[in-house]
């Protein structure tokens, strides 16, 4: 004797139910909530260690300006030089001071500022083209009529 049974619910026909797919969305909004104030905690440490480093060059040319100048490698009354020995501002340490020595010329200690990564960066970077002002007081207006604009794949 054979028993035919039907099932309501085949596995091939079965789809998931909507308490499923909530659990689902739960675990995986725990899972991201998890995740972010990791990222966020790695995005800080590389800061941090970005301006370390720049620090590190900044003392570092500061420290090689105030040798050249304990030295005599840099002159003592130049405009970026202080009483002291050390440069006024950070512009001199990249725009430089002149040399005391015989050769004369220019010493230079950064290549640029560092960026403090902790500023807000500008939220756009791109350069911007320089538009000169232009007056339309004498400029023509034109007018397109239907004998100057081309017909469209008919001749006439």
Known sequence: MRKCVRRAWSSSNRGLTLIELLVT?????????????????????DKEMEL?????????AIDSFHDDWRNGAIS?????????????TLTVLVEGVEAGDAKGGVRKYLRRIPRDPFA???????PRPLVAA????NVPKLSLTRDTVPSSGSSR
């Not at 003592?76 to 006024?88: A, L, N």
């Not at 807000?120 to 791109?126: F, G």
């Not at 232009?134 to 007081?137: A, G, H, I």
């Open 25 to 45: 969305l739960v675990i995986l909004s725990i899972l991201a909530a998890a995740a972010v104030p990791y990222a966020e905690l790695t995005v800080r440490r």
């Open 120 to 126: 807000d960066a500008p939220k756009d970077t791109r």
């Open 52 to 60: 370390r480093r720049t620090l590190r060059q900044v003392r570092t």
């Open 134 to 137: 232009r007056s339309t007081k």
């Open 76 to 88: 003592k009354t130049g405009d970026g030089v202080s009483d002291d020995g050390f440069p006024k």
